[in-house]
């Protein structure tokens, strides 16, 4: 089997730049991999996951069940692993991902305050992705933990992914939902012993280089 290594964190957390980073490291190292970013918006498996987050199901994101907004995102899922990556996977190829089934444990887990139901929750999501829908364990979860203020602040003037417009989605114009996410991320992260990454050190924003450098020093532990 191969590697697979997410970086996954809350909106306006950096988390496409350091992908990008990660994947210059990579090449200039001769190190031969694949790359996959979730929600895969090129494909229709992501039709019901568009359709969530531009508020068709309600404008507030928990309008709609964790567990039902979860199903959306996991099929994306499920449709991208068995049509773009599985083989290269199960003959040992190194993959890189944009978010994974860690940014349901996130956004969506971030929407039960209930810490009993969240890990319950928690534990469903295990259950459905890895063991029903099959889909390979991460080897590493970077997760980058930004500050909720600081993320508000970054994704002011961002462009929306999907409607490539400044409109934004029903998780990325909620800022209660991004403290939300936050809080639950640091709650996951601790809890599934993810590779935490702080954005922020001694007040300042770390640059760019700084945070990639941690990230692929520990990347090369594994390959």
């Not at 508020?55 to 039902?68: C, L, M, Q, R």
């Amino acid at each position: 089997m191969g590697k697979l290594f997410v970086i996954d964190g809350t909106d306006g957390s950096g988390k496409q730049t350091q992908f990008e980073k990660l994947k210059e490291s990579l090449t200039r190292d001769k190190v031969d991999y694949k790359v996959v970013s979730f929600p895969n918006y090129d494909s229709p498996s992501s039709a019901l996951v568009k359709m969530y987050l531009s508020g068709e199901f309600g404008n507030n994101a928990k309008d709609v069940s964790p567990y039902v907004a979860s199903t959306f995102y996991a099929v994306d899922r499920f449709a991208t692993f068995k049509k773009e990556f599985q083989e290269y996977y199960n003959k040992g190829g190194i993959i890189l991902a944009d978010r994974y089934t860690t940014a349901n444990m996130v956004h969506q887990a971030g929407k039960i305050e209930d810490l009993i139901e969240r890990d319950k929750f928690l534990n469903w999501i295990e259950d459905f992705e890895f063991n029903i829908f099959g889909l390979p364990r991460p080897a590493e979860v970077f997760f980058l933990n930004m500050p909720p203020e600081k993320s508000l602040e970054l994704i002011k003037n961002r462009e929306n992914k999907f409607s490539h417009t400044q409109n934004k989605d029903i998780h990325e114009k909620d800022s209660n939902h991004i403290i939300d996410s936050y809080n639950a991320a640091c709650y996951v992260s601790k809890k599934y012993g993810w590779f935490k990454v702080d954005c922020i050190r001694d007040g300042k924003l770390r640059t760019i280089e700084d945070i990639h450098e941690e990230i692929y020093k520990e990347v090369k532990k594994h390959i």
